[in-house]
């Protein structure tokens, strides 16, 4: 800049960035307004995001200009929770602090696709049953009651683990997000036997003789 003054120049334009001051650039700008030189400051700031709880620092944005956004990401949220903030913004030559804001993250609860349903299977078959649930944060795993004779796998896949006798099984399913947070359906399995017997042999007619005195 002074460099810039002693070739003879009637204005100067600058761009400041960043939160800590310089004792050059004042230097030039002391010269340049002393020998007459307008000076034009297309300055930038540095916005610093804060948890208002403890005063950690969330994230940083830089060279943000006169009413421009600043914005970060803000990442490992709790569902159900209150936050609170507050940023401070940064020039050359001096900061200000904001007041404190807070937020709420919603309670997403998983919800059923489709509401699991009855299923009815015949005897010495397999069930095979998809049920699908949806969350915001995605679904983390799928459960089955323990004592059941079957199994889920994280598709949300039901099958049975072995033969199943001719009753109802009782089942009470639940869809999981990553938070704990569950929905949860009962359901009934039925194996009937719906399959007439069969002979295991052909009939063929059978000739008797009877004793003659």
């Known amino acids: 800049m002074i460099h810039a003054v002693d070739q003879g120049a009637d204005i100067i334009s600058y761009s400041a960035g960043g939160y800590s001051g310089s004792a050059t650039l004042k230097e030039g700008v002391d010269y340049a ?16 995001f804060y948890i208002g709880f403890d005063n950690s620092l969330i994230g940083t944005d ?3 200009v006169s009413e421009g956004t600043a914005s970060i990401s ?11 903030w507050y940023v401070v913004i940064h020039d050359k030559l001096t900061f200000i602090i904001s007041s404190i804001w807070t937020f709420n993250t919603f309670l997403d609860i998983p919800l059923w696709i489709q509401t699991p349903s009855d299923q009815i299977i015949e005897f010495g078959n397999f069930i095979n049953y998809n049920i699908t649930a949806s969350d915001f944060s995605g679904i983390d795993m799928y459960g089955i009651n323990s004592l059941a004779p079957f199994n889920i796998d994280n598709n949300g896949i039901i099958t049975n683990n072995k033969t199943l006798s001719v009753r109802g099984y009782f089942l009470q399913v639940k869809a999981y997000d990553p938070f704990g947070n569950n929905c949860t359906a009962s359901i009934m399995v039925y194996v009937k036997d719906t399959t007439s017997p069969t002979w295991g042999f ?6 008797l003789e009877s004793d003659e005195d």
């Open 62 to 64: 830089t060279g943000i």
């Open 202 to 207: 052909p009939f063929r007619s059978q000739t």
């Open 33 to 48: 307004i002393n020998n007459g030189v307008m000076i034009i400051a297309a300055e930038t700031m540095s916005v610093l």
């Open 74 to 84: 803000w990442l490992g949220l709790s569902e159900d929770v209150t936050y609170s």
